[in-house]
């Protein structure tokens, strides 16, 4: 079946240290892909998009992301985690070739940071 | 550029009764699309609009309706309101047309609270 997979529910990061989020898909053919933060009671900020080209995305807030095709894979990282990066982070596709505009969320990550 | 605004933001009904959402997009974006987010089944496509016509829909009930006017403003519409609709509306712009067509951006979304 086709989906988006977030493995991990909870992180809990220090500030200052680096952070991964992970994201995998299912699709037979390379998605659209984005990552959003929601901060609690907001709606969700875009942070990045890969749509085509070079696999290294630069996003807002010091947000980079790689898409990997070889692992279907498509994480976010920040090298340096500051308190306020402390929020829901979700990853979603648009499949492509579809002419649906829907995207289709994964289950969100929750990044605490400690002090 | 003001962003997507969501009006209201808070919204307390009656299981059996109906409500109308409200969203106004950013300037120039004429496509219009809602999701619900429920802690049970997360982020979830509910329709799509662009110059007036639903061009996607999601997996819902035809409780859940929607229009778009010819300013590009959206709202939806939830009939016969039941406990599990309780929920966090969210409503995204987006250009609809080019290059950019696929990046969506939130407003800060109604929450909905049926009891």
């Known amino acids: 079946a086709q989906s988006v997979t977030q493995p991990d529910i909870h992180i809990t990061v220090s500030e200052g240290a680096s952070l991964e989020l992970r994201c995998n898909y299912s699709?037979?053919?390379?998605?659209?892909l984005f990552w959003y933060v929601q901060s609690p009671g907001q709606g969700l900020q875009l942070l990045l998009k890969y749509f085509s080209g070079d696999t290294l995305v630069q996003g807002i807030k010091g947000f980079e992301a790689e898409f990997k095709r070889s692992q279907s894979s498509f994480n976010l990282r920040k090298p340096s985690v500051h308190w306020s990066d402390a929020a829901e982070y979700f990853c979603?596709?648009?499949?492509?070739?579809?002419?649906?505009?829907?995207?289709?969320f994964g289950s969100g990550t929750r990044l605490q940071v400690q002090p | 550029k003001a962003g997507v605004t969501q009006t209201p933001r808070y919204l307390i009904k009656t299981r059996g009764q109906q409500v109308t959402l409200s969203c106004s997009p950013i300037s120039g974006h004429r496509s219009v699309s809602w999701y619900q987010q429920t802690p049970g089944q997360g982020l979830q496509f509910l329709f799509e609009y662009f110059s007036e016509t639903q061009r996607n829909k999601g997996n819902f009930p035809g409780r859940f309706s929607g229009r778009q006017f010819s300013n590009s403003r959206s709202e939806m519409n939830v009939s016969t309101l039941e406990l599990g609709d309780s929920a966090l509306y969210l409503c995204a712009s987006s250009l609809g047309r080019g290059n950019v067509e696929y990046e969506q951006y939130f407003g800060p979304g109604t929450r909905l609270t049926v009891t």
């Open positions: 699709y037979g053919a390379t998605p659209y």
């Open positions: 979603a596709v648009i499949p492509p070739d579809t002419g649906r505009r829907a995207l289709t």
